[in-house]
């Protein structure tokens, strides 16, 4: 027997940073990290297969890591600390050839008191998060995802769909009028990189990259007179490539949380078509749509 495949790591390294600015104003910084080393030649897979310990380097020692960078580095970038992280470990240690190192970042916004942004207040706006996933190979480059998980949103008209397949298993109705709620899962593949500075370098565009993402989502989804997921899904993809050169591909994963509405007849109250108003909000199943939309080739969509 062999190992086939190895990495370890640290999971939910959770860390808040205070960043002081001037006059007393502050920016806090909540993330949970992962560390995962790969276990990638015969000698350390010895600490598999032969109880050998002498290369491991110790997951504490990892999330030991993690604060120490976060204190001697900027954390505001979620993709640029995951570089530094993992970058920390490739480099410093001769047998790890490959780090993978995810962010989560969650919502601090700045609490707005008497019109004026307060100085060290916040508040959670939202329970979507801020995600980044960063792997640094010493041979291979560097790879980075950036994410947004969990953005749940509603629209209550703008949203078809009919002229699906139709067979002996087909019962659902065709509806030019129906309520269409998901929860976003969006990642943006950026293009490979081969240097930490080359991604330090890159910090505004992965942060513009990350607003434009959530700003897009949004708006397509609350304008687009919906003809199905899969359609919006990929007008969101196209419109994210267009206005952010340096992604080569959206994903988006979009389940179709369904709401149907409540027969209303045995009281005598029509509740159907146009004058559906009371809805049931189904807990299970969803639907689950999913794509991956990629630049055709040279830039072009
Ligand atoms: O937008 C949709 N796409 C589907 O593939 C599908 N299937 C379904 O039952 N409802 C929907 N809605």
Redesign the pocket.
């Known amino acids: 027997m062999s190992v086939k495949q190895a990495s370890y790591g640290k999971d939910f390294v959770r860390v808040l940073k205070v960043i002081r600015e001037a006059e007393g104003k502050q920016t806090v910084v909540e993330m949970t990290v992962r560390t995962l080393l790969s276990v990638d030649t015969d000698e350390f897979k010895k600490s598999y297969t032969e109880g050998d310990n002498s290369l491991v380097i110790a997951t504490d020692t990892q999330k030991n890591t993690v604060n120490v960078l976060a204190k001697q580095h900027d954390v505001q970038c979620p993709e640029v600390f995951a570089t530094i992280v993992a970058n920390h470990f490739v480099e410093k240690y001769s047998h790890i050839h490959v780090a993978e190192v995810s962010i989560i970042q969650n919502r601090w916004s700045r609490m707005i008191i008497d019109g004026k942004s307060h100085p060290h207040s916040f508040y959670r706006d939202g329970n979507d998060v801020r995600s980044a996933l960063v792997t640094v190979d010493d041979k291979k480059g560097i790879t980075i995802k950036s994410g947004i998980k969990g953005l749940l949103v509603l629209k209550s008209t703008g949203s078809a769909?009919y002229g699906?397949h139709r067979d002996e298993l087909t019962t659902?109705a065709e509806t030019n009028d129906r309520i269409f709620s998901t929860k976003v899962d969006c990642q943006l593949l950026w293009n490979k990189f081969w240097t930490l500075d080359e991604v330090k370098l890159m910090k505004n565009e992965f942060m513009r990259g990350w607003n434009v993402a959530r700003d897009v989502t949004m708006r397509i989804f609350a304008t687009d007179e919906s003809a199905?997921?899969?359609n919006t899904l990929y007008k969101m993809c196209c419109d994210i490539l267009r206005q952010v050169m340096k992604v080569e591909e959206v994903n988006y994963s979009l389940p179709?949380k369904h709401y149907v509405n409540v027969d209303l007849k045995p009281f005598g109250l029509r509740n159907e078509g146009k004058e559906a108003e009371v809805f049931l909000p189904l807990a299970h199943p969803s639907?689950l749509?999913t794509a991956t939309v990629a630049r055709k080739s040279q830039g072009k969509i």
């Open positions: 769909f699906f659902l199905s997921v899969q179709n639907g749509i």
